[in-house]
Structure formats: structure tokens, C-alpha cells
């Protein structure tokens, strides 16, 4: 394992939404943004792919989008805000969002939420999660 | 002149604005989350501030990635509810105060807080939500409302110390002006969550519940939580609790608490609530 190059890299699970991610993922947001009014999110529906050409994204950050890899949109650049209005344009909400991250069932994510969510024991530092 | 006589604390979870939207409060689920605040609005029916503060954030709707104020100060005269990808909620149109809200940008910023004054913005779930809460579903906001927009968005949001210090300054700023105003300022935000990434889910009560103990008797003890510390303990999302601080920086030293409440979850949240009076 590399040595944490930030204090929050440690933090297991998580992309922390600094400067050098928001101008990685500017593109990625900026397009998210667009999706706040209607007439954008209908054409974005009709062609996605010519859609998307209109922003300035790489190769990688296109697919994630067509694709809806969640997690790896974050690890391009995008902000959760941001990629949550992806989720809102394709009929998700915030918590169906999260629980596609968590790689469970939106019935397994709630259920776990129901129960008192993810317990900070065993989840606050990533040399805890190396151990499983 | 205008004073200060209450802080208001309160989760803003959009599942809370859809579950009103939608008309589900009436399930057991949303009855859980809501019983929590029936008395608060009894309280605040009773006090009938004239203006609130609401500190707030904003959440990729009036700010993009093209600039991200720190601090941003609604002065407008009206703020529209956003489209935030759902279409617009069906709440009122809230209102400022343009008056009082010009008064405090002045006398912040010559406070040396560099505040963003802004003309035109329209308010998402995170400042209509705990509208909601506190005064339910309205034709019309009983009163007006000063935005107060922080930036926990893009990392680093300023510090709790930093925002402890402003609540000060809007103190300072509010008791200066001429009219006799009562005016409550509301902290929200957090508690506990995370919604993005493998850990999303996150919830640390504990942690929750020591951080209301300290806000309402021993307020140092949450300025000095560092950000790091938020982000492992409360949740990537749980930074969003220094708008708190802001809210417990403009109330007295020592406060009274008269109202909390706490439940997990809602949606993917831990919903925190707090009333603390100013008695001197």
C-alpha cells in the first residue's frame, strides 16, 4: 500500500470532493448540472452519447456516465450533488443512488438504514477494511 | 433594536421534502421522523419570530462548480424553490428580507468575514426542508428569510471555528440594527450520513448525540472537531454539521435547551433537532 498522500485518504470508501477532484470532474459536473431543467433532460434521454459530446469529458469519464458506474463517476471527479441529478433524470432517488454505490439491493441497503445504517466500527479507517 | 432569541437546529434530508411532497407523512416511517418536530412547531407558532436566518447548503442547484462561495448572503427580495432534477417542489416562494440582510453583509464584512452577497438564487431542498419542519406546509412562510448559503460541498468548508466566529459577527450585525425584530437562526444540515461511495450508509449515533450534548452546554468542544474527524466519524456528508456552528455562535454562551430530538434513519440520514433560547 502506498502511503496516504492526504489525512482523509485514509478514510475507507470515500472520495472526498477536494479541488483536485472538481477540476478532474469539471466536465462530469457540469454536465449534471445541465439536468436541472426538463428540456435538457429530455435530450439528454433521446441521444445520451451525442449529448454528452457536448462536454469536455475523457474517454473514461464518458463511459462511467453511459455506463452509470456511480462509484467510478466520483473517482473521476464527480460530486455526489452533482451525479444525483443523473439519478434523478433516470427515476433514482438519493438513497437508490447509494445503495447502487454499496454494491447491494435498494431492499439491503434500506433494510441495513432500518437497522441503524453502517455501524462506524470496522469502517473508519481503510487499514479496517484491508482486514476482510 | 433587533435581536436574536433562538437557534434552531435540524436535518434537511431530501427524502423529507418528497415524503411531504408525495403525501406520505402519515406512514409509520415518515410519523417516526415527523412526531419529532409537532411540539417545535407549536413553539415557534407561539414565538412568531419576524425574520429567520436560515444557514444552509446548497447542493449543485444556485451553485455550480463555476464558483463555489464559502459564504454566500441571500439579500434578494425572493427565492425561488429549485428544480433539482424532480421538478420544483411544491413549496411557497420564500421570501427575504432585503433590509435587514443588507445591514448584515455590511456590518459582517466589515467585520472582516468576506461574505458573497447574492441578488438572485433559487433554494433547494436544504433550505426548504427544515421550513417544512418547523412550520409545516403553509400557502405562505409565516416570515421572511434571510439565506445564509456555506459551502460543504467541495472540501474544505471553512472550519467550526470559523463558522462559530460568524454566527457571532451576524449577532453583532442583528443587534445593531434599528427595528425591533425577533429573529430565530436555524443551523442545518447533517447529522451523521454519507451517500456517496462503498460507505455510504455510514451512521455514528454516538458521535450525533455527543456532538448535541456539546452544542447545547460545552460549544468548544464541537469548534474544535476537525474536518478530518467529521468526514471518519459522522460520514462524508456529516462535515455538513459546522453550519451548526454558525447558528450556536450567534445564540448566548450559556443557553437554554428547550427541545431535541433524534432519529435514525431518515432515507439515508441520521435526523438530529435541537431549540436552544437565548435567556439573558
Given at each position: 500500500m502506498t502511503e496516504a498522500k492526504k489525512e482523509y485518504d485514509d478514510i475507507p470508501g470515500t472520495f472526498v470532493f477536494d479541488q483536485e477532484r472538481s477540476r478532474q470532474g469539471y466536465g462530469i459536473n457540469a454536465f449534471c448540472m445541465t439536468l436541472l431543467k426538463d428540456e435538457n433532460r429530455k435530450a439528454f434521454r433521446a441521444n445520451e452519447s451525442a449529448y454528452l459530446d457536448q462536454f469536455s469529458l475523457t474517454p473514461e469519464q464518458k463511459d462511467s456516465i453511459l455506463q452509470r458506474q456511480w462509484n467510478r463517476m466520483l473517482e473521476l471527479g464527480g460530486n455526489i450533488y452533482f451525479t444525483a441529478k443523473l439519478g434523478a433524470t433516470d427515476g433514482l432517488s438519493f438513497q437508490q443512488v447509494a445503495a447502487k454505490m454499496t454494491g447491494s439491493t435498494q431492499e439491503e441497503y434500506a433494510a441495513m438504514m432500518l437497522a441503524g445504517?453502517?455501524?462506524p466500527n470496522g469502517n473508519r479507517s481503510k487499514s479496517e477494511w484491508e482486514k476482510r | 433594536m433587533a435581536r436574536i432569541v433562538a437557534g434552531v437546529c435540524s436535518s434537511h434530508v431530501p427524502a423529507i421534502g418528497a415524503a411531504i411532497d408525495l403525501g406520505k407523512t402519515q406512514e409509520p416511517y415518515w410519523t417516526r421522523v415527523f412526531s419529532g418536530f409537532e411540539e417545535s412547531k407549536r413553539w415557534i407558532e407561539e414565538l412568531k419570530p419576524d425574520v429567520c436566518i436560515v444557514v444552509f447548503n446548497d447542493h449543485?442547484?444556485?451553485?455550480?462548480?463555476d464558483f463555489v462561495p464559502t459564504f454566500a448572503l441571500g439579500c434578494a427580495s425572493e427565492f425561488p424553490p429549485a428544480d433539482?432534477?424532480?421538478?420544483?417542489?411544491p413549496v411557497p416562494v420564500v421570501k427575504g428580507h432585503p433590509k435587514l440582510a443588507a445591514h448584515i453583509a455590511q456590518s459582517v464584512i466589515l467585520d472582516e468575514f468576506d461574505l458573497t452577497i447574492v441578488n438572485k438564487m433559487e433554494v433547494d431542498h436544504g433550505l426548504t426542508v427544515p421550513l417544512n419542519l418547523m412550520?409545516?406546509?403553509?400557502?405562505?412562510?409565516p416570515c421572511p428569510v434571510i439565506p445564509l448559503a456555506v459551502n460543504?460541498?467541495?472540501?474544505?468548508?471553512?472550519t467550526g471555528k470559523r463558522c462559530f466566529n460568524l454566527g457571532r459577527a451576524i449577532r453583532k450585525a442583528v443587534e445593531s440594527y434599528p427595528e425591533d425584530l425577533k429573529v430565530v437562526i436555524f443551523g442545518t444540515g447533517g447529522m451523521s450520513h454519507q451517500?456517496?461511495?462503498?460507505?455510504?450508509?455510514f451512521i455514528n449515533s454516538e458521535f450525533d448525540k455527543n456532538f448535541l450534548d456539546a452544542l447545547a452546554t460545552d460549544p468548544q468542544k464541537a469548534i474544535d472537531i476537525r474536518h478530518v474527524e467529521y468526514m471518519r466519524e459522522a460520514g462524508?456528508?456529516?462535515?455538513?454539521?459546522?453550519?451548526w456552528l454558525v447558528m450556536r455562535g450567534a445564540l448566548d454562551d450559556d443557553v437554554k435547551e428547550v427541545r431535541r430530538f433524534y432519529t435514525v434513519p431518515a432515507s439515508n440520514t441520521a435526523v438530529g433537532h435541537l431549540i436552544l433560547e437565548n435567556v439573558g
Open positions: 445504517g453502517r455501524n | 449543485a442547484t444556485a451553485f455550480s462548480m433539482e432534477g424532480w421538478g420544483p417542489r412550520f409545516g406546509s403553509p400557502k405562505e412562510w460543504v460541498v467541495l472540501f474544505p468548508p471553512p451517500i456517496s461511495g462503498p460507505r455510504a450508509g462524508a456528508e456529516g462535515i455538513e454539521m459546522v453550519m
